[in-house]
């Protein structure tokens, strides 16, 4: 199965600064690679995702980078606020008889200060 | 808000017993996909129902099971409980259920079992 490997396990910056969260996954059939955010009580959020076919993709100060070659991709974050204080979660995917089913990375808590 | 929606919130209930959580997907998706979150395993794949059949089954105990109605809601159902079942249970849906899908995932049901 898919082995999955999120980097670093928690964050700490200052509002306005950047934050890059990595995820390294270990099958080399995963196409689809979604990044989720969750708030405390809440269910995970979908915020960005990218497929196999695209290096980078970028939503305002939000961004993904993809490198199929080495397996990983990263969630970059500009500009931050207290307000983007979560827990971060990858999640590759597998198509084919695996259907979609996500795998979970095991999480970053990034938290902004202000 | 996602368009998901799980009932109950929270559930309390002792070793022993069977339980049913509840999950209407988005209007629109066919597919509904249970996962767990709990401190020691994360977030993990359970089981993928698609327009009413089985489509791909993950770490799913006995004790646990699943179906999904002709209205396209579901249910899991979990017996025989243990300490160890205490977790978030989360459900999420999509459109399709295959590759490149975005899951959406639903607030959760907090099982507590004492």
């Known amino acids: 199965g898919e082995n999955v490997e999120q980097h670093p396990s928690t964050l700490s910056v200052q509002e306005g600064d950047s934050a890059v969260i990595k995820c390294t996954y270990s099958d080399s059939a995963s196409n689809y690679f979604p990044w989720y955010k969750q708030e405390l009580g809440k269910g995970p959020q979908l915020i960005i995702d990218?497929?196999?076919?695209?290096g980078e993709k970028k939503d305002q100060r939000i961004a993904v980078t993809l490198n199929k070659t080495a397996k990983h991709f990263s969630l970059h974050i500009t500009e931050t606020q207290p307000e983007d204080s979560a827990v971060y979660f990858c999640?590759?995917?597998?198509?084919?008889?695996?259907?979609?089913?996500?795998?979970f990375g095991q999480g970053t808590i990034l938290t902004v200060h202000p | 808000d996602s368009g998901v929606t799980q009932t109950p919130k929270h559930l309390i209930t002792a070793t022993g017993q069977r339980v049913t959580l509840r999950c209407s997907p988005r209007?629109?998706?066919?597919?509904v996909y249970w996962y767990q979150q709990s401190l020691d395993q994360g977030l993990q794949f359970l089981i993928q129902y698609y327009n009413g059949e089985e489509r791909a089954k993950g770490n799913i105990l006995e004790r646990f099971s699943a179906q999904q109605f002709p209205d396209l809601h579901s249910e899991l159902n979990l017996s025989s409980l243990e300490l160890g079942d205490s977790a978030l249970y989360f459900c999420?849906?999509?459109?399709?259920?295959?590759?490149?899908?975005?899951?959406?995932f639903g607030p959760g049901t907090r099982l507590t079992v004492l």
């Open positions: 999420a849906s999509s459109v399709v259920g295959t590759d490149y899908n975005e899951q959406f």
């Open positions: 209007s629109g998706d066919l597919s």
């Open positions: 999640a590759p995917s597998t198509g084919g008889t695996s259907y979609g089913k996500l795998t």
């Open positions: 990218i497929r196999s076919n695209v």
